[in-house]
């Protein structure tokens, strides 16, 4: 008997869906969160160099853009110039100046990440200290959770400039979230809907990917980027604040008094129009220069960062990248970041990326300069190399040239070391930059020279 009512029930229910639909309301489902939806995703390392590009955020908060920055470290190995505190404990301070700076702005959604402060020049130190898997699964989680239209990030590379390692850090990991959030088998586990009422795992995140993605250089020649994104005047003056986009950029800096006490006093002594001849002389009010790393909306080299960009998701797009160049059977070749970043452009499709040529670096006066080599041998046999160093008068070789065997069908690290000189570096006037060259022959033939530009400097790596 009970057996047969189920089936008629069923069977009524079959026949008369509409009649079931009727007597049940469909409810909506979550759907994502829209108070965290950016137009923009600024990736930074250190919190102030946000500063780096707020001259070009104000101008786009004034369109209407929403805008979202992470901060890749705390800024804990900063020196502070306002109070005793050190380390872990500036870190904590620095993270508040920054969101302070940003809250001048209007902007609140602002995420620190877990990478430590690394004082090094190498954005493979960087990238190692941070714990750049760790890193690069955060940063995932926030493009999927932002769903960023565009990201604004630091140049990855190699260059004359302040290109601190952490700089290049935030670039490398930018970048390769810009490919990673849109691919659904890229840490799955972000995008599993919820098994359980109260999911303690599973984050129900969907993939997205990102439009656009442009860098800001962090170097000195301004030459190698010309022309190869668009260029925003900081002496354009906003329509809601009065003043220009570079007088709001200094305006927002004046939180972070742990990395500028002294700057900072002197502007809070000033009058109004003493402060906006520090804007221009200063070069706050400096054109802000974009590089154009991808897009996958179209739109034109120089053309303004969100043409070609209008709403809702588009597929993931996965970069077509082109094969490893070939070897020379006996080659000597830079290693460490700069062979690094020769794969990078190549496998991330951006091989339009300037790189200056011979590459280049600025280092702190007696520092030793390491220069990483590949050897490679794809000869059948064991070979002997030779290695010479040609370097500009006062510097001194420390270690790695002479002579050497590579077995057979064996790439080989080898490193060069040179003690940098002191430098006669005034206040107006840098020493230039010099060349240092490395010879490698094998058998009495030229298997390679390899050239470094080195700028030394006083100083370096300011944060
Ligand atoms: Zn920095």
Redesign the pocket.
């Known amino acids: 008997m009970k057996r047969f009512s189920i089936q008629l029930a069923l069977t009524i229910s079959l026949c008369f869906p509409r009649l079931v639909s009727a007597a049940q309301e469909p409810k909506a489902l979550p759907q994502p969160d829209s108070r965290y939806k950016a137009d923009i995703l600024v990736v930074?390392?250190?919190?102030?160099?946000e500063a780096?590009a707020t001259s070009y955020l104000a101008r786009a908060l004034d369109e209407g853009k929403r805008v979202a920055v992470v901060f890749t470290t705390r800024?804990s190995d900063?020196a502070n110039s306002a109070s005793e505190e050190q380390a872990a404990a500036l870190g904590d301070i620095r993270d508040i100046e920054a969101r302070r700076a940003l809250a001048t702005f209007g902007i609140a959604n602002v995420w620190f990440m877990g990478g430590k402060d690394t004082p090094s020049q190498n954005v493979l130190q960087s990238l190692a200290n941070w714990g750049h898997g760790a890193c690069l699964e955060q940063l995932v989680r926030i493009v999927r959770l932002t769903r960023a239209e565009v990201i604004v990030t630091v140049l990855p590379g190699t260059f004359i400039g302040?290109d601190?390692g952490?700089?290049q850090a935030a670039g490398v990991l930018a970048t390769e979230a810009f490919e990673l959030a849109g691919d659904p088998t890229a840490f799955p586990e972000q995008l599993a809907g919820p098994t359980k009422r109260l999911e303690p795992f599973l984050e129900n995140l969907r993939p997205w990917q990102p439009k656009k993605i442009y860098y800001s250089p962090d170097a000195d020649r301004e030459d190698l980027f010309r022309g190869l994104g668009p260029s925003y005047s900081g002496k354009d003056v906003s329509r809601t604040t009065h003043k220009s986009y570079g007088r709001m950029a200094l305006e927002g800096f004046r939180t972070h008094e742990t990395q500028a006490k002294g700057y900072l006093d002197r502007i809070a002594g000033m009058e109004d129009a003493q402060i906006q001849k520090l804007a221009e002389s200063d070069g706050w009010e400096g054109a802000q220069q974009f590089v154009r790393g991808k897009s996958l909306v179209g739109g034109s080299v120089t053309g303004d960062i969100f043409e070609g960009v209008t709403v809702g998701a588009i597929p993931f797009a996965r970069t077509e990248t082109l094969p490893e160049p070939a070897h020379v059977e006996l080659s000597v070749e830079l290693g460490g970041p700069w062979s690094f970043y020769a794969d990078f452009r190549r496998l991330h499709g951006l091989t339009h990326l300037p790189h200056p040529e011979p590459p280049e670096i600025a280092l702190q006066e007696h520092s030793t300069i390491v220069i990483p080599l590949w050897v490679r041998n794809g000869t059948a046999k064991t070979q002997e190399i030779s290695l010479s160093a040609t370097l500009p008068t006062g510097w001194m070789l420390q270690s790695g040239t002479g002579k050497f065997t590579v077995a057979a069908k064996q790439v080989a690290a080898a490193r060069i070391e040179i003690m940098l000189p002191a430098v006669a570096e005034t206040e107006t006037m840098k020493a230039e930059p010099q060349e240092v060259s490395v010879h490698a022959e094998s058998n009495g033939q030229t298997i390679g020279d390899v050239k470094l530009r080195v700028e030394v400097r006083k100083r370096t790596l300011?944060?």
């Not at 930074?44 to 160099?49: E, N, Q």
């Open positions: 930074v390392a250190h919190p102030d160099d780096g800024g900063g302040e601190h952490d700089h300011p944060q």
